[in-house]
């Protein structure tokens, strides 16, 4: 068992068969590690495994030897660094001065930064991590790599996770030195120029969820006003009006009102921008003139408003399920058949009511379930096992399938109610109807853009053609300079 433990993580024969991971050549070269921490112990199993020979440098190395896989040499600083050409430094900023006792022995040397800075830390600092690194080192070739990957990754294998690995650097053999070896990893290079983009670079892992700021603050804007429009109707209306304590209903029953309305809309608002780019094509006759910031900014965001959309619409399904576990349901339940033992009411069955609810719960069923195709397919596991028809026909007509199933569910859930002079409380039309404004649209947009002299031309224009891009060509006067002209 101890020989099959000390086997690389990534045998050669896995190597072949897997494109991603790049063949290490038969001499397997040696990489130095300082540190010996958390993603000093993960970056060694992983270049361990990828078929590298790995010695790691400690201020204390019995104590960390067990630490590290067996095949990886723990040893002290300065005999860690003497063979290897490429050394990781996998040690904090503040301890990078602790290292200029190795100057002599890295002369030379390319040493990979993989630290990342604190907020704080990069808001205190003008220059970066790796900057700071070369300027205390400057007989060495900085590079800057590895820091937007997690321990977690370089021990599992970049199967799902993000594959990218920024590298930047002033030398382009040092960087093509780390592309390789991150190539060899099973990790995907990406030069981003010199090593004064390590700042940016650094930057990255601060980021939290930057393209979820947008969307996300739209969906808690529409809960909100939503919420509060609610109130209005459910709970202040009876209280003022009719003195019935009804602020019970704030837990669950507003929060279900509104959860579907602010899924309606969002969903809505997915499409929304197609449209609008559409009509500006059909406008100006031309793919070639750039969207507005805003819709172009929207055009992007769209994955992550259908999956806020998808997020409400499953919460208020969960509500909806618990709302006959509540107490007030129950006492309801209680009233409605005593009402009918007093008014002497043997059968109480209203044919309409009975369809209006068995269609409204099958189209939300259905809608609900488009919705979660769309939302699986949105994944980039299961995204890059789909061709661009497959998966533009699932993000686009689907999705416009469960635009117009909610609608329908919509619809059939307010039936006559938009009618009726009860429902408009506070004169306030019911919340339903406001969130059909924009889908509506949306939906005759569409059907307009499917009539054959609009759908003829926006296929002609996405196709390269130009209303007035037609080049003209003047003949010259010369009648023998014409001749020569050719007209092929």
């Known amino acids: 068992m101890s020989g099959e433990m000390d086997k690389p993580l990534i045998s050669l024969h896995l190597v072949d068969s897997d494109s991603s991971l790049a063949k290490v050549p038969d001499e397997a070269p040696k ?25 790691v440098g400690s201020r204390n190395p019995k104590r960390t030897a067990g630490l590290f896989p067996s095949a990886a040499q723990v040893t002290f600083q300065e005999e860690a660094v003497s063979s290897p050409e490429v050394i990781f430094v996998a040690v904090f900023r503040e301890h990078y001065a602790s290292l200029c006792s190795l100057s002599e022995q890295l002369v030379g040397k390319i040493l990979v930064d993989v630290s990342n800075p604190t907020e704080q830390e990069h808001l205190q600092h003008r220059e970066s991590n790796a900057e700071y690194l070369a300027s205390l080192f400057p007989t060495c070739t900085v590079v800057k790599a590895f820091n937007v990957i997690s321990a977690w990754t370089l021990q599992a294998g970049p199967r799902d996770g993000n594959r990218q690995v920024p590298i930047c650097s002033d030398q382009p053999e040092a960087k093509r030195a780390v592309s390789e070896m991150a190539l060899a990893m099973g990790f995907m290079p990406v030069d981003m120029g010199s090593l004064a983009s390590a700042r940016e670079v650094e930057a990255m892992p601060l980021r939290l969820l930057p393209a979820w700021k947008v969307p996300t603050l739209l969906a808690l804007g529409l809960f909100v006003c939503f919420y509060a429009y609610n109130f209005v109707r459910d709970v202040l209306q009876p209280y003022m009006q009719e003195s019935q304590n009804k602020f019970f209903k704030l837990p669950v029953s507003v929060v279900n009102t509104t959860l579907p309305c602010v899924a309606y809309v969002l969903l809505s608002l997915v499409y929304l921008p197609g449209v609008l780019a559409a009509a500006l ?23 992550q408003i259908g999956l806020l959309s998808f997020f409400c619409a499953a919460l208020h399904a969960l509500y909806s399920f618990c709302l006959p576990l509540r107490r007030a349901h129950r006492y309801d339940l209680v009233n409605l058949a005593v009402k009918q033992v007093l008014a002497n009411k043997s059968h109480l069955w209203v044919e309409e009511e009975v369809w209006r609810m068995e269609i409204y719960l099958s189209l939300g069923v259905l809608a609900l379930g488009t919705l979660s195709l769309l939302a699986v397919t949105s994944l980039p596991s299961i995204a890059n096992s789909l061709n661009w028809r497959e998966f533009s026909f699932v993000q686009s007509s689907l999705g416009f399938v469960a635009l117009v199933l909610s609608t329908l569910h919509t619809l059939t859930y307010g039936w006559t109610r938009a009618f009726e002079e009860s429902r408009y409380k506070f004169y306030l039309p019911p919340t339903f109807t406001l969130t059909l404004l924009v889908p509506c649209v949306i ?46």
Not at 34 to 45: E, M, N, P, V
Not at 451 to 472: F, M, N, V
């Open 31 to 55: 990489v130095g590690i300082l540190g010996s921490g958390d993603f000093a112990r993960s970056l060694a199993t992983r270049l361990v495994g990828s078929g590298f020979k790995v010695v």
């Open 281 to 303: 094509q059909l406008q100006r006759g031309t793919k070639y003139q750039r969207f507005p910031d805003w819709l172009d900014h929207w055009l992007q965001h769209r994955k």
């Open 443 to 488: 939906i005759l947009a569409k059907a307009l853009f499917l009539l054959p002299c609009i759908s003829r031309r926006l296929t002609r224009i996405r196709r390269g053609w130009e209303r007035d891009g037609a080049i003209k060509f003047t003949m010259p006067t010369d009648h023998a300079l014409a001749e020569k002209t050719s007209h092929v």
